[in-house]
């Protein structure tokens, strides 16, 4: 299938091989550690990457599992696309030191290549010397030859975690985050209207398999129809690989996550839904969440304000596609393998627009910081929502100056995003109602709106945003 998008990665990755060419001296090395999702496409990623560079290359993918010294054979073996291959055919490496020093003898010392080790996480966890032996033969070896080495994993916390300090590969990498696709790619992928791609986007959450899976120009509507009429589709099964990679399906880990998914946001809230029989204990679900949040699986929400609140934290499931999924097609599953994919249809089209009412906070905050600082608001560092502990008033907006405690609220506004109803008179005077009780705002503040169908002429806003403002964010 046709690589497309990623041109913002390929660009850093690329960057990063020519400090590689250029460089002299004896430190000619470079290495780059890649995180990001499970399915992100980072594998993807790095094999376009090493296809184009034209360079020599290996790519090496652990087994979850697997026998150390199964997993370091086949390394070795794996080496056979390097110049200096026949300089270590045949060696049976006894630990990850040999290993990795065969590596350093297969590359060329005169020419630059390319060295991927994919799903780092489980040889760490398979074989507690592979660290310090990478460290090893990075200093002593690999760091000299004109080698660009990209470790790859998807568990966001190892990886973090190696180059934390105290640990042997500490300052030796350069950090690079994979992501979904943006909002641009995946309207030119999927060949939709600006607002059309961003409810693609909400459904997908940018997984490069499923935005593939997308045939251009096909409405949302059908092609959730096609997608819950296959058990098998991309849609259906990326979500569940994704959890069982990480989560085991009885584990209250995974029952906290669906609490989240299902629209519980509050620590109370979510420990009265995960504990099934009774409310999850504090001591129990804490953790939980701690854990989640490293893996960058949840995100937290702070109310944005010139005053501190952060007893009323906020929880979300991090990526929009997993949001959607555990959402709505996670129950329909079993509707959908005994062939009632239009029963789980109409569920999602039942709760679709409120639920996609709350989806789309997050991707419009990210969106307006990629367009702000602007000549308007040349501050602007923080977007983000204002609530108190009764959720009235609730904000869709405020931009600071900066979080989690602001200097200076710059401006606040509200986000309506309904086909065919505008940012009319009666969500302006709400919003001049409520904009008052955020903390730092007066009545002189600045008012937004973000509107999928527009804004009625004449309201006294400050600034507004459609669907396509949206999209250009990202070009």
């Not at 060419?21 to 594998?43: L, P």
């Not at 060696?91 to 350093?104: H, I, M, P």
């Not at 109803?421 to 005077?429: A, I, K, L, M, T």
Request: proline share 7%.
């Amino acid at each position: 299938m046709e690589f497309q998008g990623r041109a913002a990665d390929l660009d850093l990755l690329s960057r990063q091989l020519g400090d590689v060419v250029n460089r002299k001296g004896a430190t000619r090395g470079r290495a780059v550690i890649m995180t990001g999702r499970r399915r992100v496409g980072k594998s993807r990623l790095v094999q376009e990457f090493c296809d184009r560079s034209g360079l020599p290359y290996v790519v090496f993918q652990a087994t979850r599992g697997r026998n150390p010294a199964a997993e370091r054979a086949d390394f070795s073996a794996a080496l056979s696309t390097l110049p200096g291959a026949e300089l270590v055919a045949g060696l049976q490496a006894t630990d990850w030191n040999q290993a990795l020093r065969s590596l350093a003898v297969a590359v060329p010392n005169d020419s630059p290549s390319i060295a991927v080790i994919d799903e780092v996480p489980w040889l760490v966890q398979g074989d507690s010397e592979f660290e310090g032996a990478l460290q090893t033969v990075w200093d002593r070896h690999l760091s000299d030859k004109p080698v660009l080495l990209v470790l790859v994993g998807s568990d966001v916390s190892v990886m973090e975690a190696l180059q934390s300090h105290g640990r042997p590969f500490f300052g030796r990498a350069t950090k690079m985050t994979v992501r979904p696709l943006h909002l641009a790619d995946v309207q030119r992928m999927t060949a939709l209207g600006a607002a059309e791609a961003v409810d693609a986007l909400l459904v997908t959450g940018g997984f490069p398999e499923i935005v593939q899976s997308w045939r251009p120009g096909t409405p949302r509507t059908e092609f959730l129809r096609e997608a819950v009429s296959n058990p098998l589709s991309p849609l259906l099964v990326a979500g569940e690989l994704t959890l069982l990679g990480e989560f085991p399906e009885a584990s209250h880990a995974r029952a906290v996550l669906e609490a989240v998914g299902s629209g519980e946001r509050t620590f109370s809230t979510i420990a009265a839904q995960a504990g099934g029989v009774g409310a999850l204990p504090s001591g129990t679900l804490t953790p939980l969440l701690n854990t989640l949040l490293t893996k960058r699986v949840l995100a937290t929400d702070l109310p944005l304000s010139a005053k501190s609140d952060t007893k009323n934290k906020r929880y979300r499931i991090a990526d929009p596609y997993l949001r959607f999924w555990l959402a709505f097609l996670q129950r329909g599953i079993p509707l959908i393998e005994r062939g009632r994919g239009d029963l789980a249809l109409q569920r999602i089209e039942r709760s679709w627009t409120t639920w996609r009412g709350r989806a789309i906070e997050p991707v419009v905050r990210e969106s307006l910081l990629r367009l702000l600082p602007n000549d308007e608001w040349p501050d602007t560092e923080a977007v983000g929502g204002w609530w108190n502990r009764q959720n009235n008033p609730e904000l869709d907006l405020v931009g600071t100056d900066r979080e989690p405690v602001a200097g200076a609220v710059h401006f606040v506004g509200s986000i309506k995003w309904l086909e065919s109803q505008p940012f009319g008179r009666r969500e302006y005077d709400t919003l001049v109602r409520d904009a008052l009780a955020v903390p730092g705002t007066g009545p002189g503040t600045p008012l937004v709106a973000v509107s999928r169908a527009g804004v009625v002429e004449g309201l006294p806003l400050a600034a507004h945003w459609g669907p396509e403002d949206l999209v250009e964010a990202w070009r």
